[in-house]
């Protein structure tokens, strides 16, 4: 094996290679299955897959966040749907939407064409990566060496961790950069929250007169 | 001679960084497996303990035949199940049928890792120091239920099918109240590892690590440098520390009611009665599991059993003070008896000496965990099974708003001590935050009280108005009422 | 439900699509109502039931469309077979039907071949009769009280029930050495005088009753879930339920006030003092007290018909002085050729009633149980009807459980108390 090869292939780009793999393979098959618990299966798998190219990127919070919410409780939401209306398989559905086939050909060309291009422009080059920086493995706790300082200042630590690149997408720098009002995340933040109550309102709105309509 | 100590050194004492890969993968399967005895060693034991106690509660034995007090029978009941045929029924979905209990019991095992038994950084779980164990747990509960839907939707059986319904409703009424009960903890500790929330670690107040410095749960630390290598860290034995240190009883009542809040949650996510609804017998025969046997069946049990365990020690990690003892007196054995018994340095203490305070550490971590089994055996004795959708709306009106709330008046009281913090220290902050969330809370029982005087009263009108029935007394009647009284016809 | 799945017409399938790849149950789907409902089997062979019950619900989601119950799995030709028995032997089936309730069975067949043959039971015997009829009253209503709370999920109230039921099992198995089945209640009387010690043993448990009374309603009474559970569900109104023709507790718990004891004395009843228990809103929660509280008064009575029995003497006979239809005591067979041949007719051929039909009801725990008989005249009945309180009980279930959900139709099975050898017979 060559050296330079020896020297891309380390433990985490190994790591990605399959994960990555996986990801499209289970995001292929999600599409492909005619079974709808299945496909749905599929898209868990994906969704895992997807954690743990998160995690090998330091995003433990986005990560376990994604477990969580689209693993968890999104698609269990999903599964309830599927085993509840007990769909079966799609052949039994006449395809009404014969038009949309073509139209999704060339929606999937446009998009692999723009992803192309956006990544040949933004990837100067493929240098084979060394291995991930110590650091990253650091807690907030080792953080403080012992014996090192006595006294030490949370916030400067807490500071520091949020800007360094490879501890960003731990809950410390998710919190540090998310909530801090110099920032330019906070507003979209809580516009993002916003809309999500007013569609909570709207959708109990709906329901709530769809019930009343029932009564009368 | 020499060699065999260096080895020892390697695999046991010297602490992480300084030791060769091959020992850290020896470390690491030590772990493992402890924590897999830990979690499915007990199992039996559990159902051992189920079975007696509810024979003791229901007036009769239980198992007392297979071994001393009937302690092998469980052992014998896995046998059992080893032996028996694997049947598959036809028609069922054949791949996500076989991997139904492989996927309900993994996610068990999986939320061992991050739970710890100690205070070691080397040693204290099988992922001792993760510092997003609490995500990690909330993570891992998530995807528990997908072995108890696949089960009953793979099974092609309609009484499976409505238990795999019931189930992926259940979660998702509970699981909200739940996680809310457990982010309450995360925000009064201000850490994500279950190592440090048992210390009571709290990250927005400035820490001095030196010698005597005394934790947020009562406990002094005599030295934070690895005693002996390992890492263990001794505490400083403190009559003042003990269990009103725990998060249970922390920033008084919220962290009581979130402790009551994950409760109940908690015999909900392991579908143990009054919620076992997806495998409720008198309803669904098995529920979720009705076309499962042999080990398959044993898979599904042991995952409830084990999950018990699991959902029991987080709480004990959570609320309870983990691996601390009631009294703080009772933690390890002194320092000082150790040292006056070996006659060593200040600054040396043997290697029994870890060993010996960390299975004290197990002893009492093991004592809470079976108490809160036994209180899950008691429950499961006494109460009527809930209806689907009465817990439903206990899940989504009931726990929910008051784990929102809570939730709410914790922040609420955070915010302000940190305000007042610098001008009034931490005790005279911490009543300032207190009193302030104290009256919230009061104004919020007093709007609920109302609402519910509100329901009351528009219940009392409609009884008047003769809309709903009265709950009416009984009536005896000395005669008959509706009926003419009819001629006795026997001679 | 909005989204539905119509039913592709035959014509529109292709060879080899229609194969089921996953999972397909079946569904029915209703246009008009725009419903798609699934159709599940509960019974015969299921953990609430009760037996051999079927029914057949058709579900929307969790809420039952439609129950259709479906009897017959544990018919046992009883009613056919006695025709085929001399009285006297046909009497050991009636154990059999409702075999919660055997000696209540035992009493209303007996009622009614003394009133065909005309035949006056003595005093003590009537009282023995009420005493044991109250106890096995007890004994059937710890059954139902333990099975209903264990469908509802309260388990450990299942094991004290059975408990306190065996208790009277042990005092039927001291009076005639059988558990259940005794047929110690027969025509002309009893089968024989109580042995040494039974009175207190039955005292006794008199004694020890009413504190779990208690215990059942503080387990259950109060208990939040448990009111949830069953207020306000499976409500039967009066008019409903008589026209069905429900009988006992069930309706009674509707809010009519019909108990054979007081309507229809028989076998001396008319003689004790005690109350109907009748509520009001007859839903399963109603039924359960109603039932409670008929386990106090009939502790009442069973007290009353204790201290009658043992003030009517030791020696009082319990049997019949006609030796047509009560044997004679075994010591005058020794001494009297009469008796000897009474006694051996009476074990061959036994007796013949005069052409004629009666009829002989008591109120059992479930409800009304009678026993219609046709006589020709000959030494085995010409045909016996049974009317099993169960029967129309259950007839009440389709209309109890329409727009509940499943869990609701275990609570409600379990509040009517049906036993299914009473039903099929």
Redesign the interface.
């Known amino acids: 094996m060559p050296e330079s090869l020896a020297g891309f292939l380390s433990i985490p780009v190994l790591l990605f290679l399959i994960f990555a793999l996986g990801a499209v393979s289970t995001a292929v098959s999600c599409v492909l299955t005619p079974n709808p618990v299945r496909s749905a299966l599929f898209l868990v798998l994906n969704l895992f897959c997807v954690a743990i190219l998160y995690l090998l990127l330091n995003a433990y919070f986005l990560a376990v966040v994604q477990v969580i919410v689209y693993a968890g409780a999104i698609m269990v939401l999903f599964l309830f749907v599927i085993m509840l209306l007990n769909l079966g398989s799609p052949e039994r559905i006449p395809d009404q939407m014969k038009w949309q086939q073509p139209v999704a050909v060339g929606a999937g060309i446009l998009l692999a064409a723009m992803l192309t291009v956006t990544i040949a422009s933004s990837v100067p080059s493929f240098a084979p990566a060394t291995s991930l920086p110590q650091t990253a493995r650091r807690t907030t706790l080792d953080a403080r060496e012992p014996g090192a300082s006595q006294t030490m200042d949370n916030s400067a630590i807490l500071d520091d961790i949020a800007r360094r690149p490879e501890t960003m997408g731990t809950p410390y720098g998710i919190g540090k950069n998310l909530y801090n009002p110099d920032k330019p995340w906070l507003f979209p933040f809580e516009m993002v929250s916003f809309l999500l109550l007013v569609a909570v309102i709207g959708s109990v709105s709906l329901a709530g007169r769809q019930t009343s309509e029932e009564k009368a | 001679m020499e060699t065999t100590y260096t080895i020892w050194q390697y695999l046991f004492t010297l602490p992480v960084h300084e030791i060769p890969w091959w020992a850290e993968v020896f470390r690491s399967i030590l772990r493992v497996v402890i924590g897999l005895a830990f979690g499915l060693g007990l199992v039996p034991i559990y159902v051992w303990l189920e079975r007696r106690m509810l024979g003791w509660v229901q007036g009769r034995l239980g198992p007392n035949r297979v071994g001393p007090e009937g302690l092998l029978q469980p052992i014998a009941d896995v046998i059992k199940l080893f032996m028996k045929e694997d049947i598959i029924p036809t028609n069922v979905d054949r791949g996500l049928f076989l991997i139904a209990p492989i996927i309900a019991l993994a996610p068990v095992i999986m939320s061992i890792t991050v739970i710890p038994w100690n205070g070691s950084k080397s040693w204290g779980a099988v992922a001792p120091g993760l510092d997003i164990g609490i995500l990690f747990l909330l993570g891992v509960a998530s995807i528990e239920v997908y072995g108890v839907i696949l089960a009953g939707w793979s099974s092609n059986n309609k009484y499976s099918l409505l238990g795999g319904l019931r189930a992926s409703s259940q979660v998702i009424s509970y699981e909200l109240g739940m996680g809310l009960a457990i982010i309450a903890v995360l925000l009064m500790c201000g850490t994500l590892g279950l190592q440090d929330v048992v210390r009571g670690y709290d990250l927005r107040q400035p820490h001095e690590f030196v010698a005597g410095t005394v934790l947020n749960n009562g406990q002094g630390l005599i030295n934070v440098l690895p005693l002996s290598g390992t890492g263990y860290t001794f505490y400083m034995l403190d009559w003042s520390s003990g269990f009103w240190d725990w998060n249970v009883f922390r920033m008084f009542p919220f962290g009581l009611i979130a402790c009551v809040v994950y409760m109940i949650s908690m015999i909900a996510e392991t579908n143990r009665a009054p919620f076992d609804l997806p495998e409720a017998e008198t309803e669904l025969v098995a529920g979720f599991h009705t076309e499962y046997s042999g080990f398959r069946f044993g898979a599904f049990f042991m995952s409830e059993y084990a999950n018990m365990a699991i959902v029991s020690t987080i709480c004990v990690t959570l609320f309870f003070g983990g691996w601390l003892a009631p009294l703080g007196i009772l933690n390890q054995v002194p320092i000082s008896w150790i040292q006056a018994l070996t006659q060593t340095p200040d600054s040396w203490v043997p290697w029994w000496a870890n060993l010996i305070n960390s299975l004290i550490s197990a002893l009492w971590i093991i004592l809470k965990l079976f108490t809160l089994i036994s209180m899950f055996i008691l429950v499961r004795a006494s109460y009527p099974r809930l209806r689907y959708d009465m817990l439903m709306r206990f899940g989504w009106k009931g726990l929910l708003p008051v784990a929102l709330i809570n939730l709410v008046l914790i922040a609420i009281s955070l915010a302000v001590q940190h305000s007042f913090r610098d001008s009034l220290g931490t005790a005279g902050a911490w009543w300032v935050g207190q009193i302030i969330a104290w009256a919230l809370m009061l104004a919020a029982m007093l709007v609920a009280f109302v609402s519910v005087r509100k329901s009351y009263a528009s219940r009392q009108r409609d009884i008047a108005s003769g809309e709903i029935p009265a709950d009416s007394p009984i009536v005896r009647h000395p005669v008959a009422l509706a009926l003419p009284a009819l001629t006795s016809t026997e001679k | ?1 909005s ?1 539905t ?1 119509a039913r ?1 017409p035959q014509s ?1 399938f292709k060879p080899g ?1 229609g194969v ?6 079946e ?1 029915y789907y209703d246009p008009e109502t725009d419903q798609e409902t ?1 159709t ?1 089997n509960m019974g015969p062979s ?3 039931t009760h037996g051999v019950l079927r029914l057949v619900l058709e579900l929307d ?2 809420t039952v469309v439609k129950c259709t119950p479906h009897i017959g799995y544990l018919h046992t030709g009883i009613e056919k077979t006695m025709e085929n028995l001399s009285y006297y032997k046909a009497l050991v089936l009636t154990d059999r039907e409702d075999y919660l309730s055997n000696l209540c069975n035992n009493l209303a067949y007996s ?1 009614a071949v ?2 065909l043959m ?1 035949v ?1 039971i003595p005093i003590k015997a009537q009282y023995m009769r009420v005493l044991l009829n109250e106890l096995e009253r007890i004994a059937s209503h710890m059954i139902w009280l333990g099975t209903h ?8 109230v299942f ?2 029930t059975w ?1 306190d039921r065996d208790l009277v099992l042990e005092i039927k198995e001291h009076l005639s050495g059988v558990r259940t089945k005794t047929s110690w209640i027969c025509p002309g009387g009893l089968r024989g005088p109580a042995p040494t010690g039974w009175m207190q043993r039955v005292q006794d448990f008199l004694d020890y009753f009413p504190k779990r009374i208690e215990m059942y309603e503080t ?2 009474t109060n ?1 939040p ?2 009111i ?2 069953t ?1 306000g569900i499976g409500m039967i109104t ?1 008019e409903d339920a008589l026209a069905i023709g429900v009988t006992g507790p069930t309706l009674r718990a509707s ?5 054979l004891r ?6 001396s009843y ?1 003689e004790f003092d005690f ?7 007859g839903d399963v929660y ?1 039924r359960y ?2 039932r409670i ?1 008929e386990l106090r ?1 009939s502790l009442k009575i069973a007290r009353q018909a204790w201290a009658k029995v043992n003030a009517a003497g030791e020696n009082a006979p319990v049997r019949s002085a006609d030796r047509k239809i009560a044997p004679p005591p075994r010591e005058e067979l020794d001494t009297s050729m009469e008796a000897l041949i009474h006694h051996f007719k009476l074990y061959t051929e036994g007796y013949h009633p005069p052409v004629g039909e009666a ?1 002989g ?1 008591v109120e059992g725990p479930r409800g009304e149980k009678a026993y219609y008989i046709v006589s020709d005249g000959s030494n085995k009945p010409y045909r016996v009807k049974i009317k099993g309180p169960s029967f129309y009980n259950l007839q009440a279930l389709p209309r109890m459980t329409e727009g509940r ?4 139709v ?1 609570a409600m099975i379990g509040s009517i108390d049906i036993v299914l050898g009473d039903i099929d017979r």
């Open positions: 439900m989204m799945l592709i529109e699509q089921p790849t996953g999972i397909e149950l569904r699934m599940i299921h953990p609430s989601g969790e009622l003394e009133k005309d006056a709370a264990l469908d509802i999920g309260a388990m450990s094991f004290y408990q387990l259950l208990n879930i448990w949830e559970r207020r009066a809010g009519v006030a019909l108990d007081k309507h229809q004395p028989y076998s008319e109350d109907i228990a009748v509520g009001q809103v109603e007290r109603v509280e008064q009829i009801a959900m499943v869990a609701d275990v």
